[in-house]
């Protein structure tokens, strides 16, 4: 096994046993990189200089025999909507194309505190909207598994990087399903942690009030390594909460015999991808397998999830979103004669077809005479998506479904057509609005070789619980793990 | 018909809190390079989160109290949306629904008479201030605009009243009182040409006999109390008048114009905003608990109205000295500071809303800026105690003192004004009066006292003024008989 195929555990434990250092590590990746990005374009900036640097000075506290950070040499891949100091933030959009943050996000101070190194900033769609990465102003990135397809979104380039052994571990945000849903597309492990379980201080906002940071890695075990750092709360954020943060890696190594797994029906529709649903029971069983009691379930006013979240996100989204008008950073139009063909020309020049959209529908939303009729309603239908969570959650522990309704579709296939696009959401987009925590992972394959995501979704603030779950399962799959991208040939090459 | 002035105001007060309302930069921003009291926070830089100051919740509280609001055990913030350069994120965070304080009132009195008016107090809350647009010569004429954003992110309170206001002049007082009150909390300084208190006020005509309301206008940019007084009142004519032609008035804001005297239409109603007001989700609900405002309630200092009270009752003031020293706090504070060194308050008074009030308003000085100190002025009243100068000459040592800023008796040292106590040379220059002035010891033999005033002016006028007069008064009487 090559260095770049490790596990972030794998990493940190040989640094910490001297077996390697930090630059060999670095350097392979770095080489990798070079290797297959042209094929996946999952970064938009790398950070090779400064990464170099920082691999010499671990080594030389290795050498020196001083006390290592808990992640020391991990390097790591970050979604390029998280601020980083003195690297671009372009958050994909043509808007911010040369911004440079002053300031880090708070995970990206706590990461650094921890000894990772940040090897790049990865792609996604335009400020996170959108479900396939094909709306970053810089083009898209594609799936490893399958360089036809799309590596899902809007986090799509942290899960390809991750998926194509480009980073060992990557940082992505999720809104509506933007972590799980490209890690399932990409095989990864993606987990969106409990709204307010982790700072949003720098990370660029979409949609305020569902937006979280969370990990995709390679297994579980390295998602409770990360979220053992990134998690607490934070005295920049007012929605954090001040609750103590678990040994994460320690709570996987638990049974999960007489777990109570729920299994909504409302997610098992009639039509749905018969591969998708035949992968997903097989995961069930092997659940049952391992002593949890899985009983079906009624989560009755999923299918209002969809209207409601894109109005309470696109409401958000246009006054976040605001704040981009060619005043004080980012792209300004050259051609204008007032303040007002200013604004215009800027935000019409700046912003992508998506993003426009979205910002369009959400002033629609806020406007006055409808504020009541869309806002005001599809926040009381929050309440009542939330309260059925918490019906279901007085009886089990976690909740199991598909990650999304099929394995990765090809480029350009709902680009046309927004509102299939946005489908593709439907069964991670309700976790949002009710603020839980929720982890894909692999849990098989389609016959054309694509990976296929289980989500498991868990009670407020227990985290703890679906990786517990996670890990079990993933110690106990016997099916044959794949990697992307092993032998490259030519002819596969694109774009 | 007969018509009535119906005023209602808007107030920002900008809170002393040291940092400013969702960041930890500093509040004392004016003087300082532009753009130099600034953070990502209230540059809104992408990613910025604000955190709320709690000392701006209790300052708010502080005032929502003293207007005598009730307070909202949940209150919460909302985003006004507007694009501007001035608003780094494009909102303002600020309050709607749920205001911090709402339904008070503020009693004021109307001088002279003292008539008291109760003005109701629709809502008090919490909002931030923004940035300042620098126009290189005038709006109109610049081809380009900067943004200073020091001042983005002060703390505001909005104070909004009822439009129970009946004329130009109470709402002068109104806010004059108002004032008084914030600065008694030490929540705000009240300076209106730093805009540190600004005002922009509602006003229509309404027919009182139908109760029928007139078309508002709202009037913005006045920047003193006196502009205050002066743009209702060139509005309330202005109104009027194309009443009386019968042309309706338009909803629409309008500038008060300093310079011209006159208010000029800045914006109508049609163009007027949606701010698509929603609750602000990077803050969570402010939970007020029973016991917090109980524990502010307890711990307000003492308000204007009952100062005015003990001004009167302790220091044996009339209503009126007492009105004057608590419409300004820190005149309140000078007075009882001197009062604590000096016992006749009457004289006191005298100087301080005599020589003190003047020079301070000729040279555009604050209170607290006075070069004079109370202990300074004490010392000046006390050299006048001991005979040392006249009351006359204490004027010219008073107006020395506040140029220089030194003590009244080393004014008096340096100068050599000191009163002439050697009776022999005053004797002297008594005499030489006397012989000059035939006609007037004549007319004072014949019982004519002004002609002794006469006489002992003259002696003053020989000594410079260095003579005590009651000394002088007695010489020449003494001296004429002889």
Redesign the interface.
């Known amino acids: 096994m090559t260095l770049h195929q490790l596990s972030a555990s794998e990493v940190v434990n040989l640094v910490k046993e001297k077996k390697v250092s930090v630059s060999e590590i670095i350097q392979d990746l770095y080489d990798r990189i070079a290797k297959v990005d042209p094929l996946v374009k999952a970064f938009l900036i790398l950070n090779q200089e400064e990464a170099l640097k920082q691999a010499k000075e671990i080594d030389t506290k290795v050498k020196k025999e001083e006390e290592l950070p808990p992640l020391a040499g991990l390097a790591i891949a970050v979604k390029d909507i998280?601020?980083t100091k003195g690297i671009e933030?372009t958050?994909g959009s043509r808007m911010?194309k040369g911004?440079y943050?002053?300031?880090n996000?708070t995970v990206i101070d706590k990461l650094k505190e921890a000894g990772a190194i940040i090897i790049g900033k990865t792609n996604l769609d335009e400020f996170a909207m959108g479900s396939s990465t094909e709306n970053s102003a810089f083009g898209p990135t594609y799936n490893p598994w399958d360089l036809e397809r799309v590596p899902g979104g809007s986090s799509g380039g942290s899960a390809a990087a991750v998926a194509a052994d480009e980073a060992f571990i990557a940082l992505g945000t999720d809104t509506g399903g933007s972590i799980r849903q490209p890690a399932s597309f990409c095989g990864v492990v993606g987990l969106k942690p409990t709204y307010g379980r982790v700072s949003?201080?720098?990370?660029?906002?979409y949609?305020?009030?569902l937006d979280q940071i969370g990990p995709i890695t390679k297994n579980v075990s390295d998602s409770a390594l990360l979220m053992r750092i990134i998690s607490g709360p934070d005295?920049?954020?007012?929605?954090s909460v001040d609750l103590p943060v678990p040994d994460y890696l320690k709570s996987c190594q638990e049974e999960i015999k007489n777990i109570k797994i729920g299994v909504p029906r409302e997610y098992f529709v009639e039509g749905m991808n018969f591969e998708v649903k035949d992968v997903v029971y097989q995961a069930l069983k092997l659940l049952e397998e391992l002593g949890a009691k899985i009983e079906e379930v009624s989560l009755p006013h999923t299918e209002y999830s969809l209207p409601t979240f894109y109005l309470i996100a696109t409401?958000?989204a246009?006054?976040n979103l605001?704040?981009y008008?060619g005043?004080?950073?980012g792209y300004r139009t050259e051609n204008y004669k007032d303040?007002s063909s200013m604004?215009q020309r800027t935000r019409s020049e700046g912003f992508g077809p998506e993003v426009k959209r979205r910002i369009m529908l959400g002033?629609y939303a806020?406007?006055?005479g409808y504020?009541d009729a869309y806002?005001l309603k599809a926040q009381k239908v929050r309440t009542l998506i939330k309260e059925d969570f918490t019906r279901v959650f007085s009886k089990y522990d976690i909740l199991v479904t598909p990650t999304s309704p099929t394995p990765a579709f090809k480029l350009k296939e709902k680009m046309a057509d927004p509102l299939t696009m946005y489908l593709s959401d439907i069964y991670t987009i309700p976790v949002n609005l009710a603020g839980l925590p929720a982890l894909s992972l692999n849990c098989g394959y389609s016959k054309g070789g694509l990976p296929i995501g289980l989500q498991l979704i868990g009670k407020p603030f227990e985290e703890e619980t679906i990786l517990r779950v996670a890990f079990n399962y993933e110690q106990n799959n016997k099916v044959e793990k794949r990697k992307p991208l092993q032998n490259l040939s030519p002819q596969k090459m694109v774009g | 018909m007969k018509e009535e002035v119906v005023i209602g105001l808007e107030v920002h007060i900008q809170f002393m809190t040291k940092a400013k309302i969702f960041c930890q930069c500093s509040t004392d921003y004016l003087g300082k390079g532009p753009n130099t009291n600034v953070c990502p926070i209230c540059l809104g830089l992408p990613g910025s989160l604000p955190v709320l100051n709690k000392k701006v919740l209790e300052y708010a509280l502080r005032t929502a109290l003293a207007l005598n609001c009730e307070i909202n055990q949940v209150s919460r913030f909302h985003r006004k949306n507007y694009f501007y350069p001035d608003l780094p994120k494009a909102y303002q965070i600020s309050q709607y629904d749920w205001p911090l304080g709402f339904r008070g009132h503020l009693e004021i009195s109307i001088p002279p008479s003292g008539v008291r008016r109760r003005i109701g107090i629709t809502r008090v809350h919490i909002e931030e201030d923004a940035g300042k647009l620098i126009h290189e010569g005038d709006i109109a004429s610049s081809t380009y605009s900067l943004v200073d954003y020091n001042r983005s992110g002060i703390p505001l309170a909005e104070i909004v009243t009822e439009p129970e206001l009946r004329s130009p002049e109470e709402a002068r007082i109104f806010l004059m009182q108002l004032r008084s009150i914030v600065q008694h909390l030490e929540v705000c300084d009240g300076n209106m040409e730093e805009g540190s208190l600004r005002c922009d006020a509602n006003i229509s005509i309404r027919d009182s006999q139908t109760g029928v309301l007139g078309t508002k206008t709202e009037i913005k940019n006045m920047n003193s109390f006196r502009a205050v007084k002066k743009a209702l009142e060139f509005e309330v004519e202005r109104q009027k008048k194309l009443l009386a032609k019968g042309i309706k008035i338009v909803q629409e804001t309008r500038h008060w114009d300093e310079s011209k005297n006159i208010t000029v239409s800045m914006r109508g109603k049609e163009e007027a905003q949606d701010y698509r007001y929603f609750p602000e989700p990077d803050l969570l609900p402010l939970k007020i608990s029973p016991e917090m405002i109980e524990k502010i309630r307890r711990t307000l200092p003492e308000l204007p109205e009952s100062r005015k009270e003990r001004f009167i009752k302790v220091y044996n003031l009339p209503e009126d000295d007492a009105e004057v020293l608590i419409s300004n706090k820190a005149l309140g504070d000078y007075f009882e500071k001197a009062s604590a060194f000096y016992a006749d308050k009457k004289i006191l008074i005298n100087w301080v809303r005599g020589e003190l009030l003047y020079n301070l308003k000729e040279k555009k000085i604050e209170v607290e800026q006075s070069p004079i100190s109370p202990e300074k002025l004490v010392g000046l009243l006390k050299l006048i105690d001991e005979g040392v100068i006249s009351g006359k000459i204490a004027k010219t040592v008073f107006e020395k003192m506040f140029e220089s800023g030194k003590e009244a008796r080393e004014i008096v040292q340096e100068d050599k004004i000191t009163q002439i106590t050697d009776q022999n040379e005053l004797i002297k220059i008594v005499d030489r009066v006397i012989e000059e002035n035939p006609q007037s010891v004549e007319d004072f033999n014949q019982g004519k006292e002004k002609a002794l005033h006469y006489l002992v002016g003259q002696v003053m006028r020989y000594t410079q003024g260095r003579a005590k007069p009651d000394f002088v008064s007695q010489a020449i009487k003494e001296r004429i008989k002889n």
Request: glycine content about 2%; aromatic content about 16%; hydrophobic content about 35%.
């Open positions: 998280i601020a933030t958050c911010l911004f943050p002053p300031y996000a949003r201080y720098g990370l660029i906002a949609a305020s009030s005295n920049r954020d007012s929605t409401a958000e246009s006054s605001a704040r008008d005043i004080q950073y303040l604004y002033t806020l406007s006055s504020y806002y």
